[in-house]
Antibody, heavy 125, light 109 residues
Framework: EVQLVESGGGLVQPGGSLRLSCAAS????????MSWVRQAPGKGLEWVSV???????YYADSVKGRFTISRDNSKNTLYLQMNSLRAEDTAVYYC???????????????????WGQGTTVTVSS | EIVLTQSPATLSLSPGERATLSCRAS??????LAWYQQKPGQAPRLLIY???NRATGIPARFSGSGSGTDFTLTISSLEPEDFAVYYC???????????FGQGTKLEIK
């Protein structure tokens, strides 16, 4: 069964750090583009970061320089290291697999087809 | 940065009725648009990709249309389990970034 399970969320003080994990089963993380998406309480979805199968990483402006996405191929696990946390980072964090089809210039992004259940991060003193 | 604007913010309908949700992009995204459904306490679920194609396991009552800047998600006859929040999403090529609309809440009238 294809599945993503997040962990690592919790309560942290402003300025603190937290590392989220996303364990995958049923597919290989390193062969896919993987994203983190967050949702603040009562708000909509906000994309946070992506790591490509080739290892390139990209971030939303709101987290650039503070968050780092990575993966451990041996553990088939995706991570999000969050530093210098702010109150506005409070959210449920989801990891998601991206669905792409095609090759070269015909490569198309279809959507995020597998999601974890989410892990809650609360930044508060 | 491409902005996606969804309307209406809230849609109140009864089971059996037809729902029409709109997503407008601030500039053309061709057909690179996806739709998601999210129920309370759950992760989003991919419904529609490439503007008009149903994802695996999505019932035929869900359909998507549009291209360029104007897109529509239609639910032909609402089932009780369809009442949820719906988001549209697009991806920008460079720099890579993903944008969601602010969501439309579909509620029972």
């Amino acid at each position: 069964e294809v599945q993503l399970v997040e962990s690592g969320g919790g309560l942290v003080q402003p300025g603190g750090s937290l590392r989220l994990s996303c364990a995958a089963s049923g597919f290989t993380v390193s062969s896919n583009y993987m994203s983190w998406v967050r949702q603040a309480p009562g708000k909509g979805l906000e994309w946070v970061s992506v790591i490509y199968s080739g290892g390139s990483t990209y971030y939303a402006d709101s987290v650039k320089g503070r968050f780092t996405i990575s993966r451990d191929n041996s553990k088939n696990t995706l991570y999000l290291q969050m530093n210098s946390l702010r109150a506005e980072d409070t959210a449920v964090y989801y990891c998601a697999r991206e669905w792409w089809e095609g090759f070269g210039e015909l490569l198309r992004f279809y959507g995020m087809d597998v999601w974890g259940q989410g892990t809650t991060v609360t930044v508060s003193s | 940065e491409i902005v996606l604007t969804q309307s209406p913010a809230t849609l109140s309908l009864s089971p059996g009725e037809r729902a029409t949700l709109s997503c407008r992009a601030s500039q053309s995204v061709s057909s690179y648009l996806a739709w998601y459904q999210q129920k309370p306490g759950q992760a989003p679920r991919l419904l529609i990709y490439d503007a008009s194609n149903r994802a695996t396991g999505i019932p035929a009552r869900f359909s998507g249309s549009g291209s360029g800047t104007d897109f529509t998600l239609t639910i032909s006859s609402l089932e009780p389990e369809d009442f949820a929040v719906y988001y549209c999403q697009q991806r920008s090529n460079w720099p890579p970034a993903y944008t969601f609309g602010q969501g439309t809440k579909l509620e029972i009238k």
